[in-house]
């Protein structure tokens, strides 16, 4: 169950903003959305997580809407090394599990 | 510093042949996990390590995987009697506390082939 609901693919022209939905309705108080990606043939890479509040880092920035059942990540430039998988995970605190889910395969267009 | 690292990168077996995987965490991360990628799916989960406690061992398919941890660092995730099905990329990652917004970071995974 991977408590998380992300369309399977989208295109985003290189130089304009990525921005990848995921809901995430049956969220708990208490648990986290953590965004991770994993670029062909290799290991998932951490990019963002956030409690209640928007968050923003080097890499992108996380929407999470007011009540929570929802979330965006935002690419501001997408370029093409920037093509992957992405992962919206709601961490599940007993077994410190993280369920990945199928994920949205994000292709950058030149 | 370095990251997580796995060996060996690629390993074709034969079908009945047991297998070892090695897992290397960044040094001083205390959780350690397991999963598996098959092919064009996401990740499932199979075990997860915390400094001396039992290991969360609830996501292993079948009682031909096991794995270990010695002296809370280096994991080895051993599957005997290989199947077929068993073919897929295996992921380690390691975190730094358990509980909380521990982020995990993953090594470049094991692809096992299972002929």
């Known amino acids: 169950d991977a408590k998380t609901t992300q369309p399977p693919s989208m295109d985003c022209a290189e130089g304009r903003a990525a921005n990848l939905p995921c809901n995430h309705s049956?969220?708990?108080?208490?648990?986290?959305v953590y965004w991770y990606r994993q670029i062909h043939s290799q290991g998932p890479q951490y990019i963002i997580h956030?409690?209640?509040n928007n968050e923003t880092n080097e890499m992108a920035s996380l929407i999470i809407t007011e009540d929570r059942k929802s979330s965006t990540l935002i690419l501001p430039h997408a370029t093409l090394r920037d093509t992957a998988v992405y992962y919206c995970?709601?961490?599940?605190?007993?077994?410190?599990?993280?369920?990945f889910g199928t994920g949205t395969s994000l292709t950058v267009i030149p | 510093g370095a990251g997580v690292s796995q060996s060996p990168s690629n390993k074709v077996t034969e079908k009945g042949k047991d297998v070892e995987l090695r897992c290397d965490p960044i040094?001083?991360?205390?959780?350690l996990y397991w999963y598996r990628q098959s092919l064009g799916q996401g990740l499932e989960f199979l075990i997860y390590?915390?400094?001396?406690?039992?290991?969360?061992k609830s996501g292993l398919p079948s009682d031909r995987f096991s794995a270990e941890r010695t002296g809370g660092s280096v994991s080895t995730l051993t599957i005997q009697r290989t199947q077929q099905e068993d073919s897929a990329v295996y992921l380690c990652?390691?975190?730094?506390?358990?509980?909380?917004?521990?982020?995990?970071?993953f090594g470049p995974g094991t692809r096992l082939t299972v002929l």
């Open positions: 040094s001083g991360h205390t959780a």
């Open positions: 390590f915390q400094g001396n406690s039992a290991p969360d």
């Open positions: 956030g409690l209640k």
């Open positions: 049956t969220i708990s108080g208490n648990e986290y």
């Open positions: 995970i709601v961490r599940v605190r007993a077994g410190n599990q993280f369920y």
């Open positions: 990652a390691s975190s730094t506390e358990q509980g909380g917004t521990d982020t995990q970071y």
